[in-house]
Nanobody, 128 residues
Framework: QVQLVESGGGLVQPGGSLRLSCAAS????????IGWFRQAPGKEREGVSC????????YYADSVKGRFTISRDNAKNTAYLQMNSLKVGDTAVYYC?????????????????????WGQGTQVTVSS
């Protein structure tokens, strides 16, 4: 069964940190670009960050640049989103997603493509 499962969300104070994990099962994450998205109540889903399968190149939305770091561990079939200096405005449900882009295609990641697989989301709440 193909599945992406996020974990690591929770309640944190402003300025704090969280590390989200995205574990894949039923398929090999090596062949996929990975994206992290978020959706806050009453707002549209927003692309946060992505990482390519070929050279590990990354993209960050301006709102998180310098604070969030995306990474992947193909041996563990898992991707991560390290979130530092969290702000109240980062509060949202965070989703990871994967799109088929084998390394030989050498396609940089993009938030604007149609992703093949999605996780169920994990809640991140930043509040004092």
């Amino acid at each position: 069964q193909v599945q992406l499962v996020e974990s690591g969300g929770g309640l944190v104070q402003p300025g704090g940190s969280l590390r989200l994990s995205c574990a894949a099962s039923g398929f090999t994450l090596n062949y996929y670009n990975i994206g992290w998205f978020r959706q806050a109540p009453g707002k549209e889903r927003e692309g946060v960050s992505c990482i390519s399968s070929s050279d590990g190149s990354t993209y960050y939305a301006d709102s998180v640049k310098g604070r969030f770091t995306i990474s992947r561990d193909n041996a563990k079939n898992t991707a991560y989103l390290q979130m530092n200096s969290l702000k109240v405005g980062d509060t949202a449900v965070y989703y990871c997603a994967a799109v088929w882009r084998p390394p030989w295609v050498q396609d940089p990641c993009s938030m604007g493509v149609r992703y093949d697989y999605w996780g169920q989301g994990t809640q991140v709440t930043v509040s004092s």
